[in-house]
C-alpha cells in the first residue's frame, strides 16, 4: 500500500491560510512599529508567521505556544527568533517583562473559560506604558462582514469540533469588543476589517 504524502501543519497553515492574512499580519506589525511597543510577545504564536514579521525589524521579539511541533516548524523558519512552548494563560516570563504583546485569532479558539485567563496573563506580562494589540473575529456589522463570515464558517469547522464550537461561543458572547470589556481592557485603536468580519484593537488595562 501507498502511503500518503505528509505534511508539516506549520507547513498547511503558512500556504493555506497565511496568504490571506498578509495585510493584517502587515497592520498589526505597523501598530507595534507606531507605538514602539518592544521587546514584543506573540502569545499564541503558532507557525510564528506574525513574530516573523515583527523580527524583520531588528528589535527584540519572541513566540509562545503550548503547540511543540507548531514551535518545531516556525524555528526551522527562523532560528534567530526565540520560541517558547508554555501555556499562555502560565507563561514562564516575569512581570511586566514586555511592552507589547500580540495575540491574533488566538481567543475565538479557546474555551470560554480560557480567555479570561490569557487576557489576565497578558495584562500582567505589560510593562509600563505597555500595550495589547489583538486581532479576532467580532459580530458581523455589515453586508461584506456577513458574507465573510459564511465564508469562514466552514473554514472554522475543517479546524475540528472543540475549535468550531468555541468558535460560535465566542461569537454568541459578542465577538472581540464584548470579550475585552468584560477583563478590563481598554480600546484605543481599532481597525475594522470587513472582508474578515475581525478586527484589529491596540487595547490597555484599564
Given at each position: 500500500m501507498t502511503?500518503?504524502?505528509?505534511?508539516?501543519?506549520?507547513?498547511?497553515y503558512?500556504?493555506?491560510?497565511?496568504?490571506?492574512?498578509?495585510r493584517i499580519?502587515k497592520?498589526?506589525r505597523?501598530?507595534?512599529i507606531?507605538?514602539d511597543?518592544?521587546?514584543?510577545?506573540?502569545?499564541?504564536?503558532?507557525?510564528?508567521?506574525q513574530?516573523?514579521w515583527l523580527a524583520?525589524q531588528g528589535?527584540?521579539?519572541c513566540g509562545l505556544?503550548?503547540n511543540?511541533g507548531m514551535?518545531?516548524y516556525?524555528?526551522?523558519?527562523?532560528d534567530?527568533?526565540?520560541?517558547?512552548?508554555?501555556?499562555?494563560?502560565?507563561?514562564p516570563?516575569?512581570?511586566a517583562a514586555f511592552?507589547?504583546?500580540?495575540?491574533s485569532?488566538?481567543?475565538?479558539?479557546?474555551?470560554?473559560?480560557?480567555r479570561?485567563r490569557?487576557?489576565?496573563?497578558?495584562k500582567?506580562?505589560?510593562?509600563?506604558d505597555?500595550?495589547?494589540?489583538?486581532?479576532?473575529f467580532?459580530?458581523?456589522w455589515?453586508?461584506?462582514?456577513r458574507?465573510?463570515?459564511?465564508?469562514?464558517?466552514?473554514i472554522?469547522?475543517?479546524?475540528?469540533?472543540?475549535h468550531?464550537r468555541?468558535?460560535?461561543?465566542?461569537?454568541?458572547?459578542?465577538?472581540l469588543r464584548?470579550?475585552?470589556?468584560?477583563n478590563?481592557l481598554?480600546?484605543?485603536?481599532?481597525?475594522?476589517?470587513?472582508?474578515?468580519?475581525?478586527?484589529?484593537?491596540v487595547?490597555?488595562p484599564?
Amino acid at each position: 500500500m501507498t502511503r500518503g504524502l505528509w505534511y508539516p501543519p506549520g507547513l498547511i497553515y503558512d500556504g493555506i491560510l497565511e496568504p490571506p492574512l498578509r495585510r493584517i499580519r502587515k497592520k498589526v506589525r505597523n501598530l507595534i512599529i507606531k507605538h514602539d511597543l518592544f521587546p514584543v510577545l506573540d502569545l499564541c504564536c503558532g507557525p510564528g508567521a506574525q513574530v516573523r514579521w515583527l523580527a524583520g525589524q531588528g528589535r527584540f521579539s519572541c513566540g509562545l505556544d503550548i503547540n511543540l511541533g507548531m514551535l518545531k516548524y516556525a524555528a526551522s523558519r527562523r532560528d534567530d527568533i526565540p520560541f517558547v512552548c508554555a501555556d499562555a494563560a502560565r507563561t514562564p516570563f516575569r512581570r511586566a517583562a514586555f511592552k507589547g504583546i500580540v495575540v491574533s485569532f488566538a481567543l475565538h479558539e479557546k474555551p470560554a473559560e480560557l480567555r479570561p485567563r490569557l487576557l489576565a496573563e497578558a495584562k500582567r506580562l505589560l510593562g509600563p506604558d505597555g500595550r495589547i494589540v489583538l486581532v479576532d473575529f467580532e459580530e458581523p456589522w455589515d453586508r461584506a462582514s456577513r458574507l465573510a463570515c459564511l465564508y469562514l464558517r466552514p473554514i472554522e469547522r475543517l479546524a475540528g469540533n472543540d475549535h468550531f464550537r468555541n468558535g460560535r461561543d465566542f461569537f454568541a458572547k459578542g465577538g472581540l469588543r464584548a470579550l475585552l470589556r468584560e477583563n478590563g481592557l481598554r480600546e484605543e485603536e481599532r481597525c475594522d476589517i470587513s472582508a474578515g468580519t475581525c478586527a484589529i484593537v491596540v487595547a490597555a488595562p484599564r
